[in-house]
């Protein structure tokens, strides 16, 4: 079956522009969370979703990111007014939750490369 | 606070060659510890598991043992194929909550 997706792969932005990432989950998961991974690092936690709640925005590391599940499936990401230190890959990842809750394993996409300049 | 620390790479090794890529851990709470790997182009993929002390994750040839004691979850394999070539990170999840804490990553490239 298919797995998660994101679009675009790749992103090149100009400094001050808005970009919009989207995930695609696997169908049925209800839970989506977004990873930030700068270049050389490891994953980090930026926001999770349970259906279309944001139950936790916790990471996002500005006001000029925020995120949104309208109908509790695809997510965008959106990033206002960009910055050099946007610049990483962006993942999405979602996890069904039956049995044990959010903490069941996470499924994660491929990733978007934004690259600002 | 809470991390992981694992080995800096890459690690380059030939074909059969017996792989450990180092992996310590400090948490408040009592984690579950994973290895995950990403290959070319990919999403992160987890590899294998463990939640509690003296567990032994295994999957494809890969090990890795839960040692409370010296917090660490070392990644081990008998002999490395070419298509093992990726990069691999430990992360912990603390019990009860939903965030992973990744390391850096250590990309391990194997010759033919």
């Known amino acids: 079956g298919a797995g998660v997706s994101q679009s675009p792969r790749y992103k090149v932005a100009k400094r001050g522009q808005d970009v919009a990432l989207r995930c695609d989950p696997i169908s049925g998961h209800v839970s989506l969370f977004w990873y930030q991974q700068a270049l050389g690092q490891g994953p980090e936690f930026l926001t999770y979703f349970q259906n279309e709640a944001q139950l936790d925005k916790s990471g996002l590391p500005s006001d000029r990111f925020f995120a949104e599940r309208p109908e509790g499936s695809v997510s965008t990401l959106k990033i206002q007014r960009t910055q050099q230190e946007d610049s990483a890959v962006y993942l999405c990842?979602?996890?069904?939750?039956?049995?044990?809750?959010?903490?069941?394993?996470?499924?994660f996409g491929p990733g978007t490369r934004l690259t600002v300049l | 606070g809470d991390s992981v620390t694992q080995m800096e790479g890459p690690v380059t090794l030939s074909e059969e060659a017996f792989l450990t890529i180092n992996c310590t851990y400090t948490a408040t709470g009592y984690p579950s510890l994973f290895w995950y790997v990403q290959y070319p182009g990919e999403g992160l993929q987890l590899l294998l598991k463990?939640?509690?002390?003296?567990d032994k994750g295994s999957n494809k040839g890969f090990e890795a043992t839960y040692r409370k004691e010296t917090t660490s979850f070392h990644l081990e394999k008998g002999s490395v194929q070419v298509s093992d070539s990726a990069v691999y990170f430990c992360?912990?999840?603390?019990?009860?909550?939903?965030?992973?804490?990744f390391g850096t990553g250590t990309r391990l490239k194997v010759l033919a």
């Open positions: 463990a939640t509690k002390a003296d």
């Open positions: 992360a912990l999840r603390l019990t009860g909550t939903y965030k992973y804490i």
């Open positions: 990842a979602s996890s069904l939750d039956s049995g044990g809750g959010v903490y069941n394993e996470q499924f």
